[in-house]
């Protein structure tokens, strides 16, 4: 084209695309370094919710001779796709909530003693709690897709947040018979963490535990502080169906679900796992899973016990 480039490029209509390409950090919203080195870079570019490009700076050999060169990759028409999704779902969530909180409000206020199966109740509220969490999943899931999640850390009781867990589960529980045990340590009882947000890091792990164990199992819940560095761990203990090796390395993905799991529960949405696994990161923990197929599984988790450690990411140990 015989331009020679400069910063006047950013102020000629004309060629505003090309400003983005060449001086991103004068007329981009976002930047986002993907990758870079020596003779590359790769970084995504944002503009006003309009433009959303990946471009690549690098060199090529033509005659023997190098030349710089910019690859452009269009993400536009995929992250308006998926804006369009998440705001469908948002929603949709947003939607479910409402009705099904006023169902729950009539059916609390029904005598049960007057009923002739008073475990009618229990069974819908039941249902309708698992409604109404799938729905505020969904609404988490679509924050941390679009980096809208911020937490709220105080200081709480572990101890309410499990047993709230476990009563939510109640029905399930006597169903097939379960027993549950839990020990927590009296130094471990009450640390620093976001309780809304981790509500829906416990409750899918115990849900599984529970879904997914025998008639007649065991859940084992155990809370205690950790010797070795200022954390606070958790561990859930089941005598369930288990995951086998290959599942056990997507169990993290979104949508995920094992086959024995879709078997035994067909209804699932696969965002439990998705949800603990990212909202630990957020909380600056972290997760690590064994199981066996037939054999149970056992999940083991680390949470900040302490405030200043979400201010200063004292991860892997260091405790200075």
């Not at 001086?23 to 986002?32: G, K, L, N, Q, V």
């Not at 229990?122 to 505020?136: M, P, R």
Request: glycine share 4%; with cysteine.
């Amino acid at each position: 084209m015989n331009i020679e480039l400069g910063t006047w490029i950013v102020k000629n209509p004309v060629y505003f695309n090309l400003s983005l390409v060449f001086f991103p950090s004068i007329t981009a919203s976002s930047i986002e370094v993907l990758d870079s080195g020596d003779d590359y870079e790769v970084i995504n570019i944002g503009w006003q919710n309009k433009f959303y490009w990946t471009v690549i700076t690098t060199k090529i050999l033509f005659k023997n001779e190098k030349y710089n060169c910019k690859i452009i990759i269009d993400r536009t028409p995929l992250i308006s796709k998926e804006k369009e999704e998440l705001e469908f779902l948002n929603l949709i969530a947003h939607h479910l909530r409402t009705p099904l909180n006023q169902i729950k409000w009539i059916l609390e206020s029904i005598d049960k003693n007057k009923l002739d199966d008073p475990s009618l109740i229990d069974n819908a509220l039941f249902i309708i709690d698992k409604t109404i969490f799938l729905a505020e999943s969904i609404l988490i899931a679509n924050k941390l897709e679009t980096k809208k999640l911020e937490l709220n850390v105080q200081k709480n009781d572990i101890e309410k947040l499990i047993r709230s867990s476990l009563t939510l589960l109640e029905y399930s529980i006597n169903e097939k018979k379960l027993k549950v045990q839990i020990e927590i340590d009296e130094n471990a009882r009450e640390f620093y963490f976001d309780k809304n947000l981790l509500f829906f890091i416990i409750f899918p792990l115990l849900e599984n535990a529970v879904d997914y164990n025998k008639e007649g199992g065991e859940i084992f819940v155990e809370i205690k502080k950790m010797e070795e560095r200022p954390y606070i761990l958790i561990k859930i203990k089941d005598t369930g169906i288990g995951i086998n090796e290959k599942e056990l390395n997507k169990i993290f993905a979104k949508y995920f679900r094992g086959e024995k799991a879709k078997e035994l529960k067909p209804t699932g949405f696969g965002l439990g796992m998705y949800l603990a696994y990212n909202l630990l990161l957020l909380h600056k923990g972290k997760i690590e899973i064994k199981s066996k197929e037939n054999e149970g599984t056992e999940i083991t988790l680390e949470l900040p016990a302490y405030k200043e450690i979400y201010d200063y990411n004292l991860i892997n140990g260091d405790k200075s």
